[in-house]
């Protein structure tokens, strides 16, 4: 281990290896196929407590199907994906998992909701006759809205705001259930330089302050290699898996499939 | 049949004319049950684009009613039977991506209405019968068919209701809602057949061919003056109560066709609103343009900045 690795507060300690049902996710032999075709093949690893882990991969290669796996939303053709030790499919705890999706799915333009009310949905605790949310989750919208920064959109329509709000709205949403877990695709797609930069200084304080494992599928080699601790790098099946800083140029070339050199920035200009 | 066969309970000379016919009382109520039920359903349907799912179910339950013509059933239950499981298999259809779904409702849609063509050609004698399930009719609302609609219509407002949260997660994002515990597949079956029974209690009134559009045109009207989700659902039920009991009596009183008048009320209100909001539009641009422009004198650099900007927003609003 060398002192890049050991500077970085997140670590696995390999002694004491914790039980399945605090590993967030474990791909046990994963294989997913569409129509027959296999999109992702033979996938082992786990994420493990308060890891960073970014999900690396080329356009098509099985991300987003690595990470509907992950979440329950697919159903693996063989093998086995356990959240908390539990299979995704039947999993029940879903107050520990928020989830950020690339983009919201409603396509009505004119989609009625309030910001306030798309955040409250992350308060939702399963079925009661007389649904009404409480004072303390109600508060706790308002912390989340906080820490997403968009506490005065509350009251604009989801309809109104731009893209890179309603990916803050998300994860205000997500943020809400105090999850142990956060999944998310992508969640600067559509973001400008600035906001992007604003995101992740968010996400950072999400990991090391409130301890929340994080699991980010990403294109941008630069964001994963400076935020991430640990990455899998999948092209149906996976690549490299392991701490950042062994991402190297072999693994890289491996998974775009043509030689890639890794330039390393002059710390004062990493930052956009 | 004529108005004057028609046995009138006269109440005084204070009871407005419309309200002395029993037909029209119960007319009037059961525009009321699907004036609230319609638009309250018709919500999740137009928030996910869904809309044309209520013409295709409108097809097949004019199959239903054509099975139950020549089988002398009962026509609310059969055209039920027929509709929720079409409904259904729809819905399987699209889960299971056997068929992309505009290609479902499309088999479905013409599959009903060549069986119902079918079923009336070779039977003779239920033609004006057939005629006021096509376009709705006042007269034939009877006080079973009441019976009926109030406890379907119950069922479906104490649905929507306790599941107003879960419902509105699955339409915002049914992934987001899955990983937040709602169960989507469960509750879009419930959802497909309640449609189901909208439409077999708004067909009496409204008509087969015109049920689709009070299950979405208030819907429409109620998006565009309010915002809030719940709040949209009480509006829509209010407008689909209005445009339904208005057209209802408009109807009676120049002696239209029921379902017509219904539908071409709720448009009229539709393009009363979407020219209010148009109006509204250009005065704000306007506004803006002549604030932008006083700007520009005072420092043209920064007016320069402030229409980049609205620029950009425009593009990132979808």
Redesign the interface.
């Known amino acids: 281990m060398n002192d890049d690795f050991q500077s970085n507060p997140i670590q696995v300690d390999v002694e004491s290896f914790p039980g399945p049902e605090k590993i967030p996710i474990r791909f046990d032999e994963t294989w997913f196929a569409y129509d027959s075709v296999p999109v992702v093949r033979d996938i082992n690893f786990s994420i493990m407590p308060g890891e960073f882990a970014a999900i690396l991969g080329p356009n098509g290669s099985g991300k987003t199907t690595l990470m509907?796996l992950a979440?329950?939303?697919l159903k693996p053709s063989s093998g086995r994906v356990l959240l908390f030790g539990e299979p995704s499919d039947n999993f029940?705890d879903?107050?520990r998992?928020g989830?950020v999706?690339q983009r919201?799915?409603?396509?009505?333009?004119?989609?009625?909701?309030?910001v306030r009310?798309?955040v409250q949905?992350?308060a939702?605790?399963?079925?009661s006759?007389f649904?009404s949310f409480k004072h303390n989750e109600n508060s706790r919208v308002d912390d989340a809205m906080e820490l997403a920064g968009i506490r005065d959109l509350a009251?604009r329509?989801?309809?109104?705001?731009?893209?890179?709000q309603q990916q803050r709205m998300?994860i205000a949403?997500a943020l809400v259930r105090r999850p142990d877990l956060l999944v998310m695709d992508e969640p600067v797609a559509?973001v400008d330089a600035a906001g992007e930069d604003q995101f992740h200084s968010m996400v950072r304080r999400l990991n090391r302050d409130l301890e929340i494992t994080i699991v980010m599928v990403s294109h941008d080699i630069g964001v994963v290699m400076r935020e991430a601790t640990t990455c899998a790098c999948i092209n149906q099946d996976i690549v490299f898996h392991g701490p950042v800083h062994q991402l190297d140029a072999n693994a890289l070339s491996a998974l775009y499939g043509f030689p890639v050199d890794v330039l390393m920035h002059d710390p004062d200009h990493t930052h956009r | 049949m004529c108005l004057c066969m028609i046995p009138t309970i006269r109440i005084g000379n204070l009871m407005p004319e419309i309200f002395q016919y029993e037909f029209m009382n119960r007319a009037i109520v059961a525009s009321v049950l699907v004036g609230v039920t319609a638009p309250a359903i018709g919500m999740f349907l137009?928030?996910?684009?869904l809309s044309l799912i209520a013409d295709t179910l409108s097809h097949v339950a004019f199959a239903g009613v054509a099975v139950a013509l020549i089988t002398k059933s009962f026509t609310p239950i059969v055209a039920f039977i027929a509709t929720a499981t079409a409904a259904v298999s729809i819905e399987e259809l699209r889960v299971r991506r056997l068929l992309p779904g505009d290609a479902a409702l499309a088999v479905f849609l013409y599959g009903a209405l060549a069986l119902a063509v079918v079923l009336i050609s070779a039977s003779d004698g239920f033609n004006t019968t057939i005629f006021s399930y096509l376009f709705g009719s006042l007269m034939s609302v009877s006080t079973t068919d009441l019976w009926w609609m109030g406890i379907l219509a119950l069922v479906i407002v104490l649905f929507l209701f306790?599941?107003?949260?879960?419902l509105?997660?699955i339409?915002?994002?049914?992934?987001?809602a899955?990983?937040?515990?709602?169960r989507v597949h469960m509750l879009n079956l419930s959802l497909a057949i309640l449609t189901a029974g909208t439409i077999t209690v708004s067909m009496r009134v409204v008509g087969v061919l015109l049920v689709g559009a009070l299950i979405v045109i208030p819907v429409l009207v109620?998006?565009?003056v309010?915002?809030?989700?719940t709040?949209?659902l009480i509006v829509s039920s209010g407008m689909g109560v209005f445009v339904a009991v208005f057209g209802m009596v408009i109807s009676f009183y120049a002696d239209l066709a029921p379902g017509g008048s219904v539908v071409l009320i709720a448009i009229s209100l539709l393009i009363i609103v979407e020219i209010g909001a148009l109006i509204k539009r250009s005065l704000f641009r306007s506004t803006q343009l002549m604030q932008s422009s006083d700007h520009t004198h005072a420092h043209e650099f920064h007016a320069h900045g402030a229409n980049e900007s609205t620029t950009d927003?425009r593009h990132?609003?979808?």
Request: charged letters at 25%.
């Open positions: 509907k979440l329950g939303l029940t879903w107050h998992i989830y999706p919201i799915q409603t396509t009505e333009y004119r989609f009625p909701a309030s009310e798309i949905f992350g939702y605790s399963g079925f006759f649904p009251d329509r989801v309809s109104d705001i731009s893209v890179g998300l949403r559509g | 137009v928030l996910r684009r306790m599941f107003r949260f879960e509105t997660q339409t915002f994002d049914p992934d987001l899955k990983t937040n515990g709602v109620s998006i565009r309010v915002k809030g989700l709040l949209t927003e990132s609003h979808r």
